[in-house]
C-alpha cells in the first residue's frame, strides 16, 4: 500500500472522500441513473471477479480467500505485508485493521502488538512485532472474526471508494476496476503516484463518461497515468498487471468484464470460466 503520513487514518481518509463524492453534484442526472441500474464491480459475481484478479497479481494466485493468512516483509520500505489486500505495517492500514479487529474481538491474539504497530507506523521497522508477530497473525486468520475485519476494512478503504468513484465519473465495471486496483498498490493520498494523481493526470488528458467523454479513450489515458506511476518505484516497476491484464479486456472491448476472461500477470497464466 502507498505510504502517507502515520498519524492519518486510511478509514478516515477514504470516508472524507467519500463523503464528499456523495455531495457532488451529478452531471448528467439521467445518465447516471441508467449507470446507477447497470451491474456494477459490487455486483457479487463481479466482486469476487475483481478479487481473482487483484490475487493473480499480489499472490500469483486466484485462490484470493487462501491469502487471509499471508504475511511477509517483501522488502518494498513497507515493513510486513499481509492479508488479502496487502495490508502493511507501515501505512497505517494494517493498524486500522487490527484496531478494529480489537474492538470485535476483545483480547485476540493481535491485540498486544497495537503499541508497536503504532510505533512502526511509517516505517519499515519490526521493532516490537519480532519474533512472533508474522506466527500470530497467521493464528488470528483461523478467526472467522478476522477474516471479517479484513473483508470490511478492504471494503471500506479500498473497494467501496473505488466503485463510488468509478460510477461516479460513469465507468463500467472495467473501469471501476481499475480504479479498485490502482488505490490497492498505490492508496489514496496526495503524493504525485497516489490514485487520486493518477485519476487527475488522465483527466488532463481525457474526459470521462460523466462529463460526456469516451470510456475506451478516458481509461486508455488512465491506464498510461497508472503505468508512469507504477514506474516512479522499483517495487512496481513491472506493469504487467496492466499491460497484459487491464489493458488486454479493455482492447477486447469487454468494459464489463463478463467471462471467460484470460490474462497474464509477471509471466503467469490465469483464466476465469
Known sequence: M????PHTSRRTLLALIGASLASAPLLNPSGAAARQAAVGLDDPAKKEIAMKLVSSAENSSLDWKAQYQYIEDIGDGRGYTAGIIGFCSGTGDMLDLVELYAERRPGNVLAPYLPALRRVDGTDSHEGLDP???????RAAQDEAFEQAQNDERDRVYFDPAVRQGKADGLRVLGQFAYYDAIVMHGDGTDPTSFRSIRGRALDRARPPAQ???EVTYLNAFLDARVWAMKQEEAHSDTSRVDTAQR???RNGNLDLNTPLDWKVYGDSFHID
Open 212 to 214: 460526456g467523454g469516451d
Open 248 to 250: 488486454v479486456f479493455l
Open 2 to 5: 502507498k505510504h502517507h503520513p
Open 132 to 138: 512472533d508477530y508474522p506466527h500470530d497473525w497467521v
